[in-house]
């Protein structure tokens, strides 16, 4: 059984910035979703036509773009 330093629960932006942290650190991280992919409320979707894609509450989150995390 392989084991890890640290176990992450969710994969929104934070849990990805604190891995990406953690593993620059030499931690061996985890990170488990219970989604069929990563991103939290962070997402792009086709809600209404094929190929168009919307901004699902992404918009919430405007600091992330301009934050020293967001460069790793």
Same mark, same amino acid.
């Given at each position: 059984?392989?084991?890890?330093? +640290?176990?992450?629960?969710?994969?929104?932006?934070?849990?990805?910035?604190?891995?990406?942290? *953690? /593993?620059?650190? %030499?931690?061996?991280?985890? +990170?488990?979703?219970?989604?069929?992919?990563?991103?939290?409320?962070?997402?792009?979707?086709? *809600? /209404?036509?094929? %190929?168009?894609?919307?901004? +699902?509450?992404?918009?919430?989150?405007?600091?992330?773009?301009?934050?020293?995390?967001?460069?790793?």
């Amino acid at each position: 059984m392989k084991t890890y330093d +640290v176990i992450m629960i969710g994969s929104g932006h934070n849990a990805l910035i604190a891995a990406a942290y *953690l /593993t620059r650190s %030499g931690r061996s991280v985890l +990170v488990l979703e219970k989604n069929d992919r990563p991103g939290g409320f962070l997402r792009t979707e086709e *809600l /209404t036509l094929p %190929g168009y894609k919307h901004d +699902v509450y992404a918009a919430a989150h405007p600091l992330l773009l301009t934050g020293p995390a967001y460069e790793i």
